[in-house]
């Protein structure tokens, strides 16, 4: 089985910087596009950042200049480097990565979800 495993969130003031980092593990083939979402309490989840396989980035209008997403092949792991941090940045921040893993004598694909890591950005 595969998971993503995230770490990093906590409380901290206005203008202030964190790093979220997300762990892919388990029977891994490959990792092609990796991304941050969040969810703040009562609004849609939405898109943050994403970086392909080859390190293209993008990421939405209200974060860029602020915040980089950058990954590590090698540990499987994808960050998302959050400055200048506002108080409507607290959310819920969930990793999602598109997986090939192993399963018996196949490779299959699978889009997995991180478990959610709180970020709150408050005085």
């Known amino acids: 089985q595969v998971q993503l495993v995230e770490s990093g969130g906590g409380l901290v003031q206005p203008g202030e910087s964190l790093r979220l980092s997300c762990a892919a593990s388990?029977?891994?083939?490959?990792?092609?596009?990796m991304g941050w979402y969040r969810q703040a309490p009562g609004k849609q989840r939405e898109l943050v950042a994403t970086?392909?396989?080859?390190?293209?980035?993008d990421y939405v209008e209200s974060v860029r200049g602020r915040f980089t997403i950058s990954r590590d092949n090698a540990k499987n792991t994808v960050y998302l480097q959050m400055n200048s941090l506002k108080p409507e940045d607290t959310a819920i921040y969930y990793c999602?990565?598109?997986?090939?893993?192993?399963?018996?004598?196949?490779?299959?694909?699978?889009?997995?979800w991180g478990q959610g890591t709180q970020v709150t950005v408050s005085s």
């Open positions: 999602n990565a598109d997986i090939t893993y192993y399963s018996d004598y196949y490779r299959k694909l699978r889009n997995y």
């Open positions: 388990g029977s891994i083939f490959s990792i092609n596009a």
């Open positions: 970086i392909s396989s080859g390190g293209n980035t």
